[in-house]
């Protein structure tokens, strides 16, 4: 049976996520605390406790696509209306929220997951049913996970035209700190000090500095609550980076040579064009080891096409 699909919260993610779904013939609807105008056809309520009644009668997969600062609320509505769905969530950090899930009482059938796409740009307008078209998607492979739902979880990951990175909660964070979190609090240094360079320098900006700030222009309340949730591996990923910037202006200083740093950078970005990922297509959820092989795969830089 096709599970249903209802997502809670319905911007940029949860939006696109819903359109993918509906797109791809799941049956699907969408709660959003303000009303979405126009709803293009989709089906969208702002009216959390029925749209949790619903997924409740249809036994649907519940996907809770708010920001951290909105968490609490929305796992209380689905603990009080939709206790014995299938969960999961697309949050950037996954120990928090499995903690937070955890405390509602809502742990024996969830499963994290993290699409690992998006945009500078947000709310449902910003959406897309295209959004996740080759992406990696995290679905956590924690201990004591619900398989089945795993591979619900999975499956509409799939669905959405993503592919599926097996991770344990603190790897994925760990991780993530590196590859996402870090690159927003760098864009926003590098546009503030671009800023700071006046309209000469503003005007001079070219194709590195608008790459390299891309991400500066999301919403910095939303910027917050993703970064500040993921304190600790973002605490150490901004350790390696202060590290490795004083290393580069003693060098400068000294030696008058950035010879290391640009070598060391330069390696490891032809490390990701040459990455070579293994592609897995017949996944056993059924052995004794079944959890550990999926995050071994993840951990080697696999990934899942099919299942």
Not at 55 to 68: E, G, I, N, Q, Y
Not at 263 to 269: K, L, S
């Amino acid at each position: 049976m096709t599970r249903p699909v209802c997502v809670l919260g319905l911007g940029l993610i949860g939006g696109s996520l819903l359109r993918a779904a509906t797109d791809a013939g799941r049956p699907a609807w969408g709660y959003n605390r303000s009303p979405v105008a126009p709803a293009d056809g989709y089906d969208v309520s702002s009216d959390l406790p029925a749209t949790l009644r619903r997924a409740a009668d249809a036994d649907a997969l519940v996907v809770v696509a708010v920001p951290m600062t909105a968490l609490q609320p929305v796992l209380a509505a689905v603990a009080e209306h939709a206790p014995g769905c299938a969960l999961t969530d697309a949050v950037s950090v996954k120990a928090p929220v499995a903690a937070a899930v955890a405390q509602h009482g809502l742990a024996a059938r969830y499963v994290g997951g993290h699409p690992m796409a998006g945009t500078a740009h947000s709310g449902w307008a910003a959406g897309s049913a295209t959004l996740f078209r080759d992406a990696a998607w995290v679905v956590a492979a924690d201990d004591g996970l619900d398989l089945d739902v795993w591979r619900d979880v999975a499956q509409l990951a799939l669905v959405c035209g993503a592919h599926v990175v097996p991770a344990s909660a603190e790897e994925h964070d760990r991780a993530v700190a590196a590859i996402s979190h870090l690159p927003h609090v760098l864009a926003a240094v590098l546009a503030a000090v671009g800023g700071e360079g006046g309209e000469l320098a503003l005007s001079l900006a070219a194709g590195s500095f608008r790459d390299g700030t891309r991400v500066a222009a999301t919403r910095p309340e939303l910027v917050q609550a993703m970064c500040e949730a993921n304190r600790s591996s973002l605490l150490d990923a901004l350790e390696d980076t202060l590290t490795r910037l004083t290393n580069a202006r003693d060098s400068l200083r000294d030696n008058a040579t950035l010879g290391s740093t640009v070598a060391a950078g330069h390696t490891a970005r032809l490390r990701l064009d040459e990455l070579h990922r293994t592609e897995v297509t017949d996944v056993d959820l059924t052995g004794p080891q079944a959890l550990e092989r999926l995050r071994a795969l993840g951990r080697n830089g696999g990934m899942i096409r099919r299942l």
